[in-house]
């Protein structure tokens, strides 16, 4: 297991990178802006930190497994993928080109996307497949499935949950990016889900709640994997949407965006604390 | 050999097979003894078995996944299309009590329309085996085949005996110029009954049991439209979206046209009831399906059915 101390500093000049990357495929065409920023940390956690998958072992069976079920934020998957040399960054520049396979939702066409998503709702149960076959074979490898707050409406998450329950995956952990939003307004607003530690513990979990852009709390969080033996692990990581760009922050009305190139080049300072976007684009409705 | 027998000996000797069922044992009751945790029941959660079945696919494994026809193919339908068929992973859909075989269960249980929805997803192929014998003998080679499977599993026996399985061809039972039927599953009985009466009342008639609806045996369609004045479609479906459609489909195809006759529920659920009075108070009897053939009655007996028993 990896040492606590040292690596938080390298970590957040990746996670930096990583909300270039999406701020840059936040125009023509734009992306899901918003949730790509509240997962970004904990995904750039994950693969830099926690999982043993890199770029010489993506087909190996003895690789960790991520599957990414809330989907749209994939372009925080792949400005991990561009900074950790799995996927070169230039391609990053094809964000919706006909000529590439780098679009709103994962596909397995780059390297190291274990599955598609974009429909909620899928992934966890897709994650337990692989966790039940790692126990058929007495495997360790660890299998993460991210899910974002929204996501947790669909009740196939919750049969994942019973089932994972019922088969003790101890090998497998559910992230929630709890960014307290889902498509057109705040979770609490629509389909309440707190208190949702304890939904996740009533249904037989061992849950941790804590910070998703503390590097130091996730690193704790995930060090004591597995949490508890024969429980389904599960993650609530509190996380900001639009982390980063104070002006789309918690925003209910910036889920997705496409900025224009001068919004992108202010946001990018405001990224690194210039001064506050003034944003004049339209706000799309996409849902 | 039966269904079960079959999965046993195959799952046995391949490390590969993993058995599921969303609750629904009555095809697996001994599996999970002989298979140990390589049976898993996921409880009554179709679209949960169906990822966890991508999930076990990717791994490797090839999942033999068992539920009521209906929940299988429509409860499930999106995990089926998006989980199984986007990645044309090796998922196996055995569906239960398809068609005429929910009997008295009522609109719920019915899937008349999996066929249709099934054949719709790309990289899906469709199987309808007419009897016991004819399905032990078309499983071998649809598990084994790479890419994901929808088989309307009927357990019904027959005096039959078939021919061997060729993914993707019909069998040619005989061939008619009066008349051809062409039919799949559990219909392939009554069709039988049918031949011979029609072949008594002196008309040279043709049946084909399409048993691969897809991929479908083109040539089959087409040589009993050809050399047949009257093509009869028979099957527990929809009108909509099953032979019927594909028979159109393919003469289209060919920029073809033929005198056709469709058996099949038209815009419309069956009578719940058991199996053979199903078929009485639908017209799917062997002697009611010859006699609207020949447009008039006759004094032949429809010989009795042996009703299926039904457990979940």
Not at chain 2, 16 to 41: H, Q, S, Y
Not at chain 2, 50 to 61: E, K, Q, T, V
Not at chain 2, 145 to 158: A, D, E, Q
Not at chain 2, 250 to 258: D, I, S
Request: charged share 20%; with cysteine.
């Amino acid at each position: 297991m990896q040492s606590v101390a040292t690596p938080t500093k390298n970590l957040e000049t990746i996670a930096l990178k990583v909300r270039e990357h999406i701020i840059k495929m936040s125009t023509d065409g734009g992306c899901f802006v918003g949730a790509s920023l509240s997962a970004a940390d904990l995904i750039v956690y994950l693969y830099a930190e926690f999982l043993n998958i890199n770029k010489h072992n993506l087909d190996d069976p003895n690789r960790d497994y991520l599957f990414l079920s809330k989907g749209h934020d994939v372009p925080a998957l792949y400005g991990t993928f561009a900074e950790l040399g799995l996927l070169d960054p230039e391609r990053l520049k094809n964000h919706l080109s006909v000529n590439d396979n780098i679009y709103w939702h994962p596909n397995t066409k780059i390297p190291g996307i274990e599955f598609h998503s974009g429909s909620l709702g899928h992934l966890p149960s897709v994650a337990i497949g692989v966790a039940l076959d790692l126990k058929i074979k007495g495997s360790t490898n660890k299998v993460i499935c991210i899910m974002g707050d929204g996501e947790l409406n669909e009740g196939t998450c919750w049969e994942a949950v019973l089932v994972a329950n019922a088969y003790k995956l101890d090998n497998l952990i559910f992230v929630v990016d709890r960014n307290q939003f889902q498509a057109n307004m705040a979770t609490e607003d629509l389909i309440p889900l707190e208190p949702l530690h304890d939904k996740f513990t009533a249904f037989g979990a061992a849950v941790k709640r804590i910070n998703g852009h503390d590097f130091d709390a996730l690193h704790n969080a995930f060090s004591a994997y597995p949490f508890e033996t024969g429980k389904l692990n599960v993650v609530i990581a509190d996380t900001v949407r639009g982390k980063g760009l104070p002006s789309i922050e918690r925003r209910a009305d910036r889920w997705f965006c496409n900025f224009n190139a001068s919004e992108v080049n202010d946001l990018l300072k405001e990224l690194h604390g210039e001064h506050l976007t003034q944003l004049t684009s339209e706000t799309l409705v996409v849902r | 050999m039966t269904y079960e027998e079959l999965l046993t000996e195959i799952a046995l000797s391949d490390e590969r097979f993993i058995v599921m069922t969303a609750e629904n044992r009555a095809l697996v009751r001994n599996i999970p003894g002989k298979l140990g945790n390589r049976f898993i029941d996921t409880g009554i959660t179709e679209q949960t078995m169906i990822g966890a079945a991508a999930g076990l696919a990717l791994r490797g494994r090839i999942p033999v996944v068992h539920a009521l026809a209906s929940f299988l193919s429509m409860r499930a339908f999106e995990f089926v299309r998006t989980d199984a068929g986007i990645p044309n992973l090796p998922i196996k859909l055995s569906s239960f009590i398809p068609g005429f075989l929910s009997d008295g269960n009522g609109p719920t249980h019915q899937a008349l329309e999996d066929i249709s929805l099934m054949r719709g997803i790309p990289n899906m192929t469709v199987f309808a085996p007419a009897d016991e014998d004819d399905l032990v003998k078309m499983l071998p080679q649809i598990w084994n085949h790479p890419g994901p499977s929808y088989v309307r599993i009927n357990t019904c026996k027959t005096a039959h005996t078939h021919t061997p399985f060729e993914l993707g061809k019909a069998e040619i039972i005989s061939t008619g110029d009066d008349v051809t039927i062409l039919t799949y599953g559990l219909l392939f009985e009554q069709a039988l009954i049918a031949v011979e009466i029609l072949k008594n009342e002196g008309l040279s008639v043709g049946l084909v049991n399409m048993r691969s609806l897809k991929p479908v045996d083109e040539r089959a369609i087409l040589e009993a439209t050809r050399n047949s004045s009257l093509t009869v479609t028979l099957e527990d479906h929809f009108l909509t979206g099953g032979l019927y459609s594909i028979v159109a489909e393919v003469l289209l195809k060919h920029g073809l046209t033929a005198n056709v006759l469709p058996f099949a529920l038209n815009e419309r659920w069956f009578k719940p009831t058991l199996l053979p009075n199903v078929l009485q108070h639908e017209g799917f009897t062997g002697k009611q399906i010859a006699e609207k053939i020949l447009g008039y009655k006759t004094f032949y007996r429809q010989p009795e059915m042996a009703v299926p028993q039904f457990s979940e």
